[in-house]
T-cell receptor
Framework: AQTVTQSQPEMSVQEAETVTLSCTYD???????LFWYKQPPSRQMILVIR??????QNATENRFSVNFQKAAKSFSLKISDSQLGDTAMYFC????????????FGDGTTLTVKP | GAGVSQSPRYKVAKRGQDVALRCDPI?????LFWYQQALGQGPEFLTY????????KSGLPSDRFFAERPEGSVSTLKIQRTQQEDSAVYLC???????????FGPGTRLTVT
């Protein structure tokens, strides 16, 4: 079974600065997907960024980028130029490369962006 | 188009009551997922449908939990004889067939008193 660990329950960052959220996972699969989801307070979860394990290049989406280290089973999220709207719970998730689509989530990191 | 919708958004049930939670996926999305999210934790997989077929129900915590999607669109998660440990947010997500990206609904917060 796959496990996903987020070791930082809470983090804070000043507006306009950069913050990195950590995620490690454990799997015996060779092909899989990794995700970062954002869940703002009282709002629904949305996908921030995803990474296919077979791709060596790290994914980027505007101010969001990942550092994917397959051998180390590490998948961190970097948020540049943090904005107040980035305040949310962030979840790291794993999905096997099958058509099942079942995702395994970490317990999340609460990020607060301070003005 | 419209996103995933869930109803009710909040449900309070007395211990022992039965509840039914509804999910309307995005039109055309073949896959539908249910997750349970306890307070302060990440979502945990409950069950998965492809069209009307329930392909994986390995996450359902007990036989009190039952899910259906009879016409391959709307899905209902039913919990019989609710217990306090069932208190959680129940999330529904949908995706295109074999789609990697799941779109989540706002969830139903169930409180069992």
């Amino acid at each position: 079974a796959q496990t996903v660990t987020q070791s930082q329950p809470e983090m804070s960052v000043q507006e306009a600065e950069t913050v990195t959220l950590s995620c490690t996972y454990d799997t015996s699969e060779s092909n899989y997907y990794l995700f970062w989801y954002k869940q703002p307070p009282s709002r629904q979860m949305i996908l921030v960024i995803r990474q296919e394990a077979y791709k060596q290049q790290n994914a980027t989406e505007n101010r969001f980028s990942v550092n994917f280290q397959k051998a180390a089973k590490s998948f961190s999220l970097k948020i540049s130029d943090s904005q107040l709207g980035d305040t949310a719970m962030y979840f790291c998730a794993f999905m096997k490369d099958t058509n099942a689509g079942k995702s395994t989530f970490g317990d999340g990191t609460t990020l607060t962006v301070k003005p | 188009g419209a996103g995933v919708s869930q109803s009710p958004r909040y449900k309070v049930a007395k211990r022992g009551q039965d509840v039914a939670l509804r999910c309307d996926p995005i039109s055309g999305h073949v896959s539908l997922f249910w997750y349970q999210q306890a307070l302060g934790q990440g979502p945990e997989f409950l069950t998965y449908f492809q069209n009307e077929a329930q392909l994986d129900k390995s996450g359902l915590p007990s036989d009190r939990f039952f899910a259906e999607r009879p016409e391959g669109s709307v899905s209902t998660l039913k919990i019989q004889r609710t217990q306090q440990e069932d208190s959680a947010v129940y999330l529904c997500a949908s995706s295109l067939v074999h789609g990697v990206e799941q779109y989540f609904g706002p969830g139903t917060r169930l409180t069992v008193t």
